[in-house]
Each structure stands twice: as structure tokens, then as C-alpha cells.
């Protein structure tokens, strides 16, 4: 057990990442009735735009917020550019066009910072805290830490811009009905311009913190979107506190599988086969009810 210990707390890293990345995908959602494929591939934008800025010698605060705020840019464009024209089509075709747009958002990014892996280094790696257990030490990366901050504090403020503010419960309401919505008043545009700004800032700070945990590669990146789907998804597309649990989850899975025999070399599987059982599990319960 104390030779998992490590791997669980990695995966608490990891998973924060997860978790933030389905949350944005559910905010959307729940607002604008899309789901994001373009999550990831806009998320890989940003930290394409924060390495450059700290390849210059930039604060890492100041690339930090031009990593959100490139990404928060690219999302908005799409919201306010594309997805109005897609605004009478069925939630499918609505959802399919962001994937198009993925593609195309990945294609520029490869070539204009070509294809080569890379790693984002941060200053907040080279030191960490540690922990002093009963199964041992364990330490964790001020990086890892500030990732399960954020996810804490974002959801937190996610989940109270939803219920207690005008802009929270208009979301709320086109959730419902958007129709009805439309027809008692609503500003159906608006309301869902602020959504993609949201999901623009969560796919951001993911991408950030994601090439700092993994590689700065636009298509390992771009598919940052299949465990933010499965966390989502296990979440019933609705509750964000499901959907940080599933993907919290789902990192420390990922992490864990390191350790079986024979599966360590394809533990980055893990969450394409948990967002598989998760789409036969949203199938078979909707077919019940």
C-alpha cells in the first residue's frame, strides 16, 4: 500500500486537471447546449502562447495570463462568430461543428510552433511541500498543488456564479427551456457569450497546467477533451460536484495503472476506456428512464 501512496498523489494532480476540464465542458453545456470538442485544442493555444511568452523572458504571471486570456479570445471568437449561425440546428450538428474547429485551431498551432514535443517548465516546479504520512513521505509540487487549488477555488466560483447571480440564474434557465427562455426576455446570445468566455478561461488554465504535467504537444493536448467527456459525462452533464469527483477519479486511475503488470505502457488509455463505460452508462440509464 505504500508504494501506491506516490502514484495516488500524482493522480490527484493529474485529476484536478480532469476535474477542471470537465467542469468547463459542463458550464457550457448547460448553457449553450454544446459540447466542446474544441476544449482541448484551445486549451493547447494558450500554452503554446504562455511557453513563447516565458521563452522571452516574460513574468510567469504575465504569460500565465496571456495563456487564459489567448484562450478565452479563441473561445469567445467561436461563440460569438460561429456558433450563432449554428444557433437553430439540432444540439448534435452543434456539437460536431466545435470539432471541425479543433481541427482547425491544431493545425495552426502545429504549424506555426511545428510539431516537436516540448516541455513547459515552471518555476513552481523545482520545489514542493511534503508530507509526512503513516505509509510515509510524500511530496508534491507547488505546480500540483496550485492545480488542485485552482480546481477547489474555480468550481467554487463556478457554483456560486450559478446560484447567486442574474447572470447564473439566466444560464440556468436556458438550460431548461432556451425557447421559453428566449420568449420571457432572456438574451440568449449574451448569456451564452459569457459561457464560452468561461470555458475559454478553464481550457486555458487545463492546458497550462497539462503540458507542465505531462508534454506541450498540440494533438496530446487537443484530446485533453476524452477524460474531460468521461468526468462530464459521469457527472450526468449537470452537477459539477459529480463531475469534479469523476475526474479526480479518473487521474488517480490513470496514475495507478502504472503499477499493473503488463498495462504501465498504456495507462494513457485509461481514461478513453472509462469515457467509453461512461457513454454505455449514460446510454443504458437514459434508455430506462
Known amino acids: 500500500m505504500d508504494t501506491l501512496l506516490p502514484f495516488f498523489v500524482s493522480g490527484l494532480g493529474l485529476g484536478a486537471v480532469y476535474a477542471l476540464s470537465g467542469v468547463g465542458l459542463v458550464v457550457l453545456f448547460r448553457s449553450a447546449g454544446v459540447l466542446n470538442f474544441a476544449f482541448g485544442a484551445i486549451g493547447a493555444l494558450?500554452?503554446?502562447?504562455a511557453w513563447s511568452a516565458l521563452e522571452r523572458d516574460w513574468p510567469l504571471a504575465l504569460a500565465c495570463a496571456a495563456c487564459v486570456a489567448s484562450s478565452m479570445a479563441?473561445?469567445?471568437g467561436y461563440g460569438r462568430l460561429l456558433a450563432p449561425l449554428l444557433a437553430q440546428r439540432e444540439p448534435t450538428?452543434?456539437?460536431?461543428?466545435?470539432?471541425?474547429?479543433?481541427?482547425i485551431?491544431?493545425?495552426?498551432?502545429?504549424?506555426y510552433w511545428d510539431e516537436q514535443p516540448r516541455r513547459l517548465s515552471l518555476p513552481t516546479d523545482a520545489d514542493g511541500v511534503e508530507f509526512a504520512t503513516a505509509l510515509g513521505d510524500v511530496r508534491l509540487t507547488y505546480t500540483r498543488l496550485i492545480g488542485l487549488a485552482l480546481a477547489g477555488l474555480m468550481v467554487l466560483a463556478i457554483g456560486l456564479l450559478l446560484s447567486r447571480t442574474r447572470i447564473g440564474l439566466k444560464m440556468r434557465a436556458l438550460a431548461n427551456d432556451r425557447d421559453l427562455s428566449a420568449l420571457l426576455g432572456i438574451r440568449v446570445l449574451q448569456v451564452d457569450t459569457v459561457a464560452w468566455v468561461l470555458s475559454g478561461a478553464f481550457a486555458g488554465v487545463c492546458g497550462l497546467l497539462l503540458a507542465n504535467m505531462v508534454r506541450l504537444q498540440a494533438t496530446l493536448l487537443t484530446f485533453l477533451v476524452i477524460p474531460a467527456f468521461a468526468a462530464a459525462i459521469l457527472g450526468r452533464l449537470h452537477s459539477l460536484p459529480?463531475?469534479?469527483a469523476a475526474g479526480l477519479g479518473i487521474g488517480v486511475l490513470e496514475a495507478l495503472a502504472i503499477t499493473v503488470p503488463g498495462f504501465a505502457a498504456y495507462r494513457t488509455a485509461t481514461p478513453f476506456l472509462v469515457a467509453l463505460v461512461a457513454i454505455l452508462f449514460f446510454r443504458n440509464t437514459a434508455r430506462k428512464a
Open 46 to 49: 494558450g500554452a503554446y502562447v
Open 105 to 111: 485551431v491544431t493545425g495552426f498551432t502545429e504549424w
Open 74 to 76: 479563441l473561445s469567445l
Open 242 to 244: 459529480a463531475t469534479v
Open 93 to 103: 450538428i452543434r456539437s460536431i461543428a466545435t470539432l471541425g474547429f479543433a481541427l
